[in-house]
């Protein structure tokens, strides 16, 4: 987010807090939370366009297919959670904005073993700009890799997964550029820290398989979306010199939207016309 922003646990407005709405600033949770010390908690992160939460089912869904591939049960139906979420919105008063459901496993024990604690839900929403502010971003490859399925549950959006994508990114902005690009335990192209990865080449969409990336809730839309236009979609694994041969590069991701990449270390890539169809697709969509 661009300019100096309020910190996250100082703000007016309400939290769905377990069931109830609470003043944002008590939204408080103790130091000795199982998912503080172990990194088992599960998150969402989702948009508000003209009031309504895009994709609302899709996300309340991964929320409960993250926590149980982390082996617990959230308290809360997938109904019930769209329900909490469309309260939330409406009572922050948000006709645009983000989403952030959270869940997490309580302090009733310490230890490796999380049998025993309580699984606690919050889901808070707030006002959030566009993610880079930029038309066209820069990536730098990170040394970081995508760990293989037998070494972590890829695709649950879980907070431990998002150690080396943190570290990535801030290693990037130090580099002086946006974001970072992840390959993969293979050495295969994956994903950027919070996105997914799109190349266009000779006028087809080649994006890398799901073994090692959270498979996008917007690059599932983007590839429809692109399927629809009559453009050819291919889902394999990709190789770090193909990028040579695309001649468009785009991330998705409900907080970057559909997000142009101008260069990935020295090479270049202009902002073509799949990327800007998509662009111009994906936010008619949104917004019907
Ligand atoms: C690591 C990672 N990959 C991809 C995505 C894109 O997922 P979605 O389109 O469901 O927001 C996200 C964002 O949630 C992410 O954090």
């Known amino acids: 987010m661009a300019g100096p922003a309020l910190p996250m646990d100082d703000r007016d407005g309400v939290i ?62 997938v109904e019930e959670l769209d329900r909490a979420t469309e309260l939330v919105v409406k009572e922050n008063k948000l006709d645009s904005g983000y989403v ?10 310490i230890g490796v073993s999380a049998i025993g604690t309580k699984v606690h839900v919050m889901i808070a929403a707030f006002p959030w700009g566009a993610y880079y502010g930029q038309k066209a971003i820069k990536l730098v490859t990170s040394r970081w890799k995508r760990p ?10 879980a907070a431990g997964l998002y150690i080396i994508c943190t570290l990535a990114k801030d290693e990037a902005l130090a580099a002086g550029v946006q974001d970072a690009l992840m390959h993969d335990y293979k050495g295969r ?35 429809e979306l692109a399927r629809k236009r009559g453009i050819k979609v291919v889902e394999r694994e990709i190789w770090p010199d193909e990028l040579a041969k695309a001649s468009e590069v785009f991330l998705t991701g409900t907080a970057v939207e559909v997000q142009p990449v101008s260069a990935i270390d020295k090479q270049e890539f202009e902002v073509g016309p799949i990327t ?8 008619a969509l949104v917004r019907s």
């Not at 503080?36 to 929320?63: A, D, Q």
């Not at 293989?148 to 959006?157: F, I």
């Not at 997914?196 to 809730?217: C, D, V």
């Open 189 to 223: 192209l994956s994903e950027a820290t919070g996105a997914n990865l799109f190349l266009a080449i000779n006028g087809e969409l080649h994006t890398p398989t799901t073994e090692t990336i959270l498979n996008g809730i917007t690059r599932q839309t983007v590839m």
């Open 148 to 157: 293989s399925p037998e070494s972590s549950p890829a695709g649950s959006k």
């Open 100 to 109: 952030r459901p959270l869940a997490w496993r309580g302090a009733e024990v």
């Open 16 to 77: 769905w807090y377990n069931g109830n709405l609470v003043p944002w600033r008590e939204a408080k949770a103790h130091v000795l939370i199982h998912s503080l010390h172990y990194g088992n908690s599960v998150f969402e992160g989702e948009r508000i366009y003209n009031g309504k939460v895009f994709k609302l089912r899709e996300h309340s869904e991964r929320l409960h297919k993250s926590a149980n591939m982390l082996a617990y049960e959230l308290p809360y139906s």
């Open 276 to 283: 800007q169809q998509m662009i111009a697709d994906y936010s």
